[in-house]
């Protein structure tokens, strides 16, 4: 046979040997009974095969009809799965931003959720890396990024305060009565818990705090903030933490702070960067608002 049957004949035939009743089939494709029954007769007649045994009140496959059914089903079922995907895609509305793990983690994802909800036709598709975006070579709609200033050539809006502040375990300050505000020397031998992208973290905090005979750099060195900020949890020693992205954990207790002395490194902070010109995407416009909206000064 060199030409494929009629897509209305094929349909007739699928819908009735699903259902196995020509009346059903007619309600389901809202044509008469009769109808259903000369498109399966002209199906029958094109391809020179019975598919259906027809009794006085009843309908059966025949053996070759089961097997073109099967065929025949899955045809219709790829063709209704590309047109679900074509049309949803349609209604869906992407937005690509770019982070660091941690950030992402510990402060964008736990509040994610209430974008989601505000916004459920706005897909967020969230990368990170530690490396600097180029929006030039990039497909990213917007980044997430720790930064003095960024360039005054694109948009930037700063999202929450970045300070430095020693956090352990409540079991570790225990077993460490003596780290305290009075004796900042008794980090001494302490494990100090480091990420190896901040390495200059202690130092920076041990400095400001006017803390002497420390070596910054002892102790242990976990890939990210994440898994040193894990560490700390389970005891294994005390990590130089960016505050706001440990704020559930202090909340929560299971990390404690034993120096009250907070770093502020004023304008080194996160930002949402973007090419000007990507607020006129409304998926953006949306994000950003969202973002400003719950950035604020306590993080």
Known sequence: MRTL???????????????????????????????????????????GVQLFERGHRAIALTPMGER??????????????ATINLTEARRRRTLKIRGYTTFSMNWLLPRLSTFHREHPDIEVSLTTSLQPVDFNTEDVD????????PSSDIGSDRLVPNELVPVCSPEFLRAHPDLNDATPGSLRGVPLLHSMARREDW??????????GVNPLSGLSYESSVLAYFAATQGHGIAMAQRVLVADQLRDGTLVTP???VLDQGAFTYYLVYPREHLSKPELAAFRNWLL??????G
């Open 5 to 47: 049957p009629s897509l209305n004949a094929l349909r007739a035939f699928e819908v009735c040997g699903r259902l196995l009743s020509v009346q059903l089939a007619a309600n389901e494709l809202n044509v008469t009974p009769a109808a259903v029954s000369r498109q399966i007769k002209l199906l029958e007649d094109q391809l």
């Open 68 to 81: 073109y059914l099967a065929d025949v089903a899955r045809g219709f079922e790829t063709m209704r799965t």
């Open 142 to 149: 917007a980044a997430i990024r720790l930064s003095h200033a």
């Open 203 to 212: 130092a920076k905090w041990l400095d400001a705090a006017g803390v002497r």
């Open 259 to 261: 120096f009250s002395f």
């Open 293 to 298: 909206s719950i950035g604020d000064a306590r």
